[in-house]
T-cell receptor, first 114, second 115 residues
Framework: KNQVEQSPQSLIILEGKNCTLQCNYTVSPFSNLRWYKQDTGRGPVSLTIMTFSENTKSNGRYTATLDADTKQSSLHITASQLSDSASYICVVTLPGGGYNKLIFGAGTRLAVHP | GAVVSQHPSWVICKSGTSVKIECRSLDFQATTMFWYRQFPKQSLMLMATSNEGSKATYEQGVEKDKFLINHASLTLSTLTVTSAHPEDSSFYIC???????????FGQGTRLTVV
């Protein structure tokens, strides 16, 4: 069973609308939780990083939340743009800080239509 | 800053041949580089971790003799897929960091198609 599960698997929204992507994890304890944006055929780009003690982090129109009690995180995108069409990946880092201890979710594929 | 570049972006090769993929950190010295493989609609899967000047550490199930990794300098790591087969067709992504536990930055990926 994947330790990081994301939902929905895919999502279609209209330009200008808001959306929220979910990430449930079973990894515990963990060092930090990251959200990445991955455009098709490109490498992931970091959007937000939260330690277990943080419960929200914003980066422009992207706002990530973290509830360590329920082991859930969400990524909220405000006023979506066509360029937001991409896969959004939730990644949990295991304790120790070593970067090879990342646990990746399968991602949510977002399509923003005009 | 913190740019990681992969080359080539895509490559098509014949079955049985070898293919080399380069990963360069353009504006920082990468003490550690990571190689991932990503199949369509799936998560990134770590293949190996390489530290400059030492042998790579491979994840369980990854054949080290098939996927040769060299990290001879602080700005360059290479992944060579030897005797490639169609099932090796995938998206290969590297990431690089300058110190253990720090942020790592991903390259743009290399699409390998073996025909």
């Amino acid at each position: 069973k994947n330790q990081v599960e994301q939902s929905p698997q895919s999502l279609i929204i209209l330009e200008g609308k808001n959306c929220t992507l979910q990430c449930n994890y079973t990894v515990s304890p963990f060092s930090n939780l990251r959200w990445y944006k991955q455009d098709t055929g490109r490498g992931p780009v970091s959007l937000t990083i939260m330690t277990f003690s943080e419960n929200t982090k914003s980066n422009g129109r992207y706002t990530a939340t973290l509830d360590a009690d329920t082991k859930q995180s969400s990524l909220h995108i405000t006023a979506s743009q066509l360029s937001d069409s991409a896969s959004y990946i939730c990644v949990v880092t295991l304790p120790g800080g070593g970067y090879n201890k990342l646990i990746f979710g399968a991602g949510t594929r977002l399509a923003v239509h005009p | 800053g913190a740019v990681v570049s992969q080359h080539p972006s895509w490559v098509i090769c014949k079955s049985g041949t070898s293919v080399k993929i380069e990963c360069r950190s353009l504006d920082f010295q990468a003490t550690t580089m990571f190689w991932y493989r990503q199949f369509p609609k799936q998560s990134l899967m770590l293949m190996a971790t390489s530290n400059e000047g030492s042998k790579a550490t491979y994840e369980q199930g990854v054949e080290k003799d098939k996927f040769l990794i060299n990290h001879a300098s602080l700005t360059l790591s290479t992944l060579t897929v030897t005797s490639a087969h169609p099932e090796d067709s995938s998206f290969y992504i590297c990431s690089a960091s300058w110190a253990r536990g720090t942020e790592a930055f991903f390259g743009q990926g290399t699409r390998l198609t073996v025909v």
